[in-house]
């Protein structure tokens, strides 16, 4: 929305269109944020089903990723979360059986894409 | 023609819902409210109309459900009374903000505290200014009437509002009257079904409702929902005209009784003005020019209307069944209000009568022209009728 409308164009009681909070990036709100340690993943889903933003992308993959052990994990798969709507709250790195999933405060996570590649 | 049925004001409501056949109705029982939904509860039970009866255990989550209900494009009613208002108030509140046209008969009854279960209006003029359509019944064939008119102007599509159709506690509510109820057919025929161009389940058009309103956007809002409420004079005399094809009289926005030559005319709402209409009769055989102001529609309320109905009025009491303290009773401050831009102003008097229930009888109201004809009035200060001391 980035026109502002007149009272006269708006539409009944203020109705708009569907899927409006694509748009609202909840992501500004984090102070903590998961660190995703893949190569301790076994793409178990459960923090997919418990994010309460859906912020954490899974998909069918055919030729599989690479997960805890080495091994190949096929069929759903999570991806990395989605900075753009995770809030931060930890639902996942609390629930994750194999604790692959780490909080760390906003601030260490900036610094750390700060720092020069290879630096100690 | 219609079937004329010994019914109370409660069943009257109950039978304008049944040929109305809500899909939802969500209620909690409340004095004097409860017979109208026990009676169409039978209804339910006995498979006279389609509706799915919530029970629910608050009138906040009766008015919550009903909200859920007709968002998602359902046409959903309730029904209550004073605390049972009050207890509803916020969704009450947001009701016409999210346009939802939904309809509910109020039983006027006394705000707590004390402690009351009769009939005064001190429940919805805490709800005046909330943005539902307020319409007033003097008896149990308005209440009737009131109702299957109130759908049709809530629902049009230049309109999108809530309704409130208002009858007085046990008065109206709980006493039997003949009400005379047209052919279904007829009736249903013109209450018609909702669109479901609205309704959240309609999957073809997805829509968000209740977003946030910030402050860029929230007067926008409300400046339209002002223009909704505009609307319902032209729509209400649409609908009217077409419910008098059914009724065979006409569904005016006040009733204006002996009103032409008057001197002195009363304004008061619901049951009082049939009292009044016994001392207005009485009178006139006495050869005093009097007459009555019945507003029915009450919000909007049609203050041009009603004051080229007063225009040649010398003297007009206003009798108020609640107050506002500190301040103008409520009718009183709309009347006063609607004469202002006249030249040539009316006297006016206040006056407040039947809280609580208490009756008030032709005696009262004779006595009330009787000091309108005398000229000793006093605007500034409000009467009480029947007080003591």
């Known amino acids: 929305m980035s026109e502002k409308k007149s009272w006269e164009d708006l539409e009944l009681a203020i109705e708009l269109p569907p899927a409006t909070s694509l748009g609202y990036k909840t992501g500004g709100w984090r102070i903590v944020r998961p660190v995703w340690n893949a190569a301790e993943c076994i793409h178990c889903m459960i923090c997919v089903a418990y994010c309460p933003d859906m912020a954490i992308p899974a998909e069918k993959s055919e030729e599989g990723t690479v997960g805890k052990g080495g091994r190949v994990f096929k069929g759903a798969v999570r991806r990395e979360t989605n900075f753009d709507y995770c809030k931060g709250c930890g639902i996942c790195a609390h629930e994750c059986p194999t604790k692959c999933l780490s909080m760390i405060r906003e601030e260490e996570a900036e610094q750390a894409a700060c720092k020069v590649p290879g630096e100690v | ?389």
């Open chain 2, 1 to 389: 023609m219609g079937v004329k049925k010994a019914i109370t004001g409660a069943q009257a409501a109950a039978e304008a819902m049944r040929q109305i056949n809500p899909d939802v109705v969500v209620a909690y029982p409340i004095t004097p409210q409860t017979p109208i939904v026990e009676h169409f509860a039978t209804y339910v039970a006995n498979g006279i109309v389609d509706t799915e009866m919530v029970p629910v255990e608050s009138e906040h989550s009766a008015m919550s459900a009903a909200v859920g209900a007709e968002a998602a494009g359902a046409r959903a009613m309730s029904a209550t009374s004073s605390q049972g208002l009050a207890l509803m108030w916020e969704i009450v509140a947001a009701t016409p903000g999210l346009r939802l046209p939904i309809v509910m008969p109020l039983v006027n009854r006394t705000i707590s505290a004390p402690l009351n279960i009769h009939g005064d209006h001190s429940d919805v003029m805490g709800v005046t200014t909330l943005g539902w359509i307020q319409i007033f019944s003097e008896n149990a064939q308005e209440v009737y009437e009131n109702l299957l008119l109130a759908i049709r102007v809530a629902e049009d599509e230049r309109i999108q509002l809530p309704a409130m159709v208002n009858q007085d506690g046990f008065i109206t509510s709980h006493a039997i009257e003949p009400v005379e109820i047209y052919d279904d057919d007829k009736v249903r025929a013109f209450v018609g079904t909702r669109s479901m161009e609205r309704g959240l389940l309609n999957v073809a058009h997805p829509r968000t409702i209740g977003a946030m309103a910030l402050p860029d956007y929230l007067l926008e809002v409300k400046r339209a929902q002002e223009e909704a409420m505009s609307r319902v004079f032209e729509v209400y005399h649409s609908v009217a005209k077409e419910l008098s094809a059914i009724t065979g009289h006409e569904h005016p926005l006040f009733e204006a009784y002996r009103l032409d030559d008057a001197e002195a005319a009363v304004v008061v709402l619901n049951s009082a003005a049939g009292t009044a209409k016994v001392a207005v009769d009485a009178m006139r055989d006495r050869g005093m020019r009097v007459g009555l102001l019945k507003p029915i529609l009450f919000r909007p309320f049609p203050y041009a209307e009603i004051r080229d109905a007063l225009k040649n009025v010398s003297a007009i009491g206003v009798l108020d069944r609640s107050m506002d303290f500190g301040a103008y009773a409520p009718v009183y401050s709309e009347l006063r209000n609607s004469l202002f831009e006249l030249d040539k102003r009316p006297k006016l008097q206040s006056y407040v009568f039947g809280l609580g229930g208490r009756d008030i009888l032709r005696g009262d109201i004779e006595v009330v022209f009787d000091e309108l004809l005398s000229g000793s009035l006093d605007p500034e200060r409000q009467r009480y009728i029947g007080l003591r001391g």
